[in-house]
């Protein structure tokens, strides 16, 4: 196993096998995020995005909490200096979205899976539900309470969990600022499987290591492809799919399956 370089001891990186291993490092803050952990967070995971051995990328949490959102003590320092808090640009200034780990992560073409270790609030949640799957332990929960400290869910919530679980349920959610356990998650689809504690890490490299046995330029295809999906007809999406497929057909890792098939033996993808 290798270690990928990172800038904050905030965020742990680590690579092996085409896996990228992200741990949000403050377990003694349950992970909150600061300004420097989003900046990190976002060039790390840009630099994955393009990283021809990286195919598939894991966020998890270090300690009890996988991300608690908005450091909530570092606001309460700047209010108490009379600083303001969020956006900072002139009122004529539009603000940029482009090096945020949320524009990232729903840019991101390399799957993401989410091993959710404990709480995930705010931004947390907000994280975790932009990941492709989420593998949560047994004591892990999404916990919906930005209305309760007369905030949004600034980072995407209120677009994506209506399209996971519809309208109504998401606004029962939202509204009521509910802390949902792994078991309603996976109830809700929110969860693609409860394990326990011990079982999360070894069960998200296990599923991580069956994406990166598959062909890296399909995988990522399929993605871009269910992604832009959400907002083509159903003819357009056929008509793109149909050229993308006609692109891989040409590719050697084409040949390479077709080799494999008639060999009967796995396949040795090399993402060309």
């Given at each position: 196993?290798?270690?990928?370089?990172?800038?904050?001891?905030?965020i742990?990186?680590?690579?092996s096998?085409?896996?990228?291993?992200?741990?949000?490092?403050?377990?003694?803050?349950?992970?909150?995020?600061?300004?420097?952990?989003?900046?990190?967070?976002?060039?790390?995971?840009?630099?994955?995005?393009?990283?021809?051995d990286?195919?598939?990328?894991?966020?998890?949490g270090?300690?009890?909490?996988?991300?608690?959102?908005?450091?909530l003590?570092?606001?309460?320092?700047k209010?108490a200096?009379?600083?303001?808090?969020g956006?900072?640009?002139?009122?004529?200034?539009?603000?940029?979205?482009?090096?945020?780990?949320?524009?990232?992560?729903?840019?991101?073409?390399?799957?993401?899976?989410?091993?959710?270790?404990g709480?995930?609030?705010?931004?947390g949640?907000?994280?975790?539900?932009?990941?492709?799957?989420?593998?949560?332990?047994?004591?892990?929960?999404l916990?919906?309470?930005?209305?309760?400290?007369?905030?949004?869910?600034e980072?995407?919530?209120?677009?994506?969990?209506?399209?996971?679980?519809?309208?109504?349920?998401?606004?029962?959610?939202?509204?009521?600022?509910?802390?949902?356990?792994?078991?309603?998650?996976?109830?809700?689809?929110?969860?693609?499987?409860?394990?326990?504690?011990?079982?999360?890490?070894?069960?998200?490299?296990?599923?991580?290591?069956?994406?990166?046995?598959?062909?890296?330029?399909?995988?990522q295809?399929?993605?871009?492809?269910?992604?832009?999906?959400?907002?083509?007809?159903?003819?357009?999406?056929?008509?793109?799919?149909?050229?993308?497929?006609?692109?891989?057909?040409?590719?050697?890792?084409?040949?390479?399956?077709?080799?494999?098939?008639?060999?009967?033996?796995a396949?040795?993808?090399?993402?060309?």
């Amino acid at each position: 196993m290798t270690s990928a370089p990172s800038q904050s001891s905030d965020i742990l990186v680590e690579q092996s096998n085409f896996i990228l291993t992200i741990t949000l490092n403050r377990p003694e803050r349950l992970n909150a995020i600061s300004g420097d952990m989003l900046n990190d967070l976002a060039s790390t995971l840009k630099a994955a995005n393009s990283n021809p051995d990286v195919r598939v990328i894991i966020i998890t949490g270090a300690g009890k909490g996988f991300c608690s959102g908005l450091d909530l003590k570092d606001t309460q320092k700047k209010l108490a200096a009379g600083e303001g808090v969020g956006l900072t640009r002139k009122a004529t200034q539009l603000f940029n979205l482009d090096q945020s780990p949320i524009t990232a992560l729903w840019e991101m073409d390399k799957p993401v899976i989410a091993a959710i270790n404990g709480a995930a609030a705010g931004f947390g949640m907000d994280m975790a539900l932009l990941a492709d799957m989420r593998i949560m332990s047994e004591n892990a929960k999404l916990a919906a309470t930005m209305v309760k400290r007369n905030v949004v869910p600034e980072s995407g919530g209120t677009w994506l969990l209506p399209r996971l679980i519809g309208w109504g349920k998401a606004a029962e959610i939202f509204y009521r600022g509910l802390n949902l356990g792994a078991q309603e998650c996976a109830q809700l689809n929110l969860a693609n499987a409860v394990v326990p504690a011990d079982k999360l890490m070894e069960t998200a490299v296990n599923w991580a290591q069956e994406i990166a046995a598959n062909g890296p330029l399909a995988v990522q295809t399929t993605k871009r492809m269910m992604r832009l999906g959400m907002d083509q007809t159903f003819e357009g999406t056929v008509d793109h799919l149909l050229m993308h497929f006609t692109a891989l057909t040409k590719t050697d890792d084409f040949k390479e399956a077709l080799l494999a098939f008639n060999e009967k033996r796995a396949p040795n993808f090399k993402g060309s």
